[in-house]
Structure formats: structure tokens, C-alpha cells
């Protein structure tokens, strides 16, 4: 919705009407669908541009509740590689192991998706960060 003010209201062909048109990213495209178009029951540009005002409020809202939970489970998931080849493969292991131990209840899930891989839910986004600095 770059551009002017009011970019977002159109008129189809076959009505006096002004419309408004909103697209959704890809996250919430299940939910409310790719495009959502609605009349704005209105032929009066001006009408229709304080109508659209709410209606573009709550798409915003929208999409920055979206952008935050996304932001949220990026921060609170974290992928590491392990690994048992190599003395040091295994004290990493065994390291990033005991840090998880000594923080029973605070981590979360923790599972290993792969061999080399170990996934961990976070359940608190300090925990997280205190995660992400230590092992990266």
C-alpha cells in the first residue's frame, strides 16, 4: 500500500462504488485469503477514503501481529549442529547438553531433528538469547 493516500480504493467497471483491496503476505493467507476485496457501499471519493481509515488500521494490525509472532518463534527456536566424531564434535555435545540440563523447565522442547542437528523450542525468550550467545 506504498504511494499516495487513498492508493488502495478503486472503482469496478460495472459500479458507482468505491472499493478497497487488501493483500495479505503469505502468513496469513490461510486465514483471510491471498486478496480481500469489499465495497465500500459509496460513490463519494472522500466518504469512501474515511470509511477505508479503520478497515486499513485493522489490516496493519494485522500483518504486525503477524510480523511479531514470526519475530517471536525466530528468536525462540534455534537450530544447532552436533556432532560424535570428533573429540571436540562431542565435548560441544555434551557442553551445549549440560547447559540445557541446568536450565530444566526454563528451555522447553528439545529435540533432535537429524543426526547433526539439535532443534530447541525455547519457552523463554531470555533463555533463548542466553542460548544464542553462548552457542550461536
Known sequence: MAGRKGDYLFKQPASKNWYIAFEYPPELRAEFG???VRSLGTPDRAEAEKLAEPLVAEHKARIA???EMRAKADLRTRSVPI???TAADLARTNEIAQ???ERQGTVG?????ELAT???LFSDPDIAFEFKMRFG
Open 109 to 113: 522442547d528439545v529435540q533432535v531433528m
Open 34 to 36: 491471498k486478496k480481500k
Open 83 to 85: 556432532g560424535f566424531r
Open 65 to 67: 501481529a503477524a510480523d
Open 99 to 101: 547447559w540445557i540440563y
Open 118 to 120: 539439535l532443534t530447541i
